[in-house]
């Protein structure tokens, strides 16, 4: 019971956290999503006990230096040539590190799909920072996230890879599916943003690859044999393990909806 408590109360904050700093201005989201990946950051090196100081720095400025970029990028339409000080950072500290994997996570599993999330905010039909799609990914994600845990927990039978992650089941994935599209079309009755079958296509979308996320988290896990990234979040763990879903969900929502803007 008090495990439930704590888990329910960290997931109001991060909740609290999240959709208050994507509604308040995008220079508050920039800023949560960048304490976001300094923390997730430093929970990679720190479960892969890398000591190269200087070369990590590298790679984290790098990343740190990706998302105001993208920042300015969209809102002040700055050159897209500064974009090459922070891809020459991260190669220099990805040569120099000594454990390139780890250079490449940082980055590909990192600073990328946080930036992509944050990009979300500037593809609306307005072509302007607005709140709708972000806030709307990551609710759909959580959604996906609770239902699939509760339905597992209740009716769970049949483990999806009971050696990677014993508590995952298709029972919960299935349920997790029926929810997030149900979330789906209340986002799109609610906002109005994008036709329909965009929310259908996205809600499948965060439900397979939040999957798909969440077992390559396992995998890391089971690699170096630890339960989880962190304990800043009781009741969840690790930074690395709340967010797991969403790092590889973000980029291909971003690809999605630039595609759509690209043909229609």
């Not at 304990?231 to 630039?258: E, T």
Request: net charge positive; with cysteine; proline share 4%.
């Amino acid at each position: 019971m008090k495990e439930l408590l704590l888990r329910t109360l960290t997931g109001i904050s991060l909740i609290v956290l999240i959709a208050g700093s994507i509604l308040i201005s995008p220079v508050s989201f920039l800023l949560v999503i960048m304490l976001v990946y300094g923390l997730s950051l430093r929970e990679l090196f720190s479960v892969y006990n890398q000591r190269k100081y200087i070369a990590h720095c590298l790679v984290a400025i790098s990343g740190g230096l990706l998302l105001p970029l993208t920042y300015l990028g969209l809102q002040f339409h700055i050159s897209l040539l500064w974009f090459i000080v922070p891809a020459l950072l991260w190669s220099i500290g990805y040569l120099w590190s000594d454990s390139r994997y780890i250079g490449s996570l940082a980055l590909f599993w990192l600073a990328i799909p946080l930036t992509s999330f944050y990009a979300l905010g500037w593809f609306s039909e307005t072509n302007s920072y607005h709140p709708v799609l972000p806030l709307s990914v990551i609710a759909l994600v959580w959604i996906n996230d609770i239902f699939a845990y509760v339905v597992g927990s209740l009716m769970g039978k049949h483990k999806i890879a009971p050696r990677l992650s014993p508590g995952k089941t298709w029972e919960g994935f299935f349920g997790g599916v029926v929810f997030t599209l149900l979330g789906g079309w209340l986002t799109f009755r609610l906002t109005g943003e994008f036709a329909g079958g965009t929310w259908i296509v996205l809600s499948m979308i965060i439900s397979l690859f939040g999957l798909i996320g969440d077992l390559f988290e396992s995998s890391l896990k089971r690699r170096i044999n630890i339960k989880n990234t962190g304990n800043l979040l009781p009741g969840h763990g690790g930074i690395l393990d709340r967010f797991d879903s969403l790092l590889f969900v973000a980029p291909l929502v971003l690809l999605l909806i630039v595609f759509m803007h690209l043909y229609q």
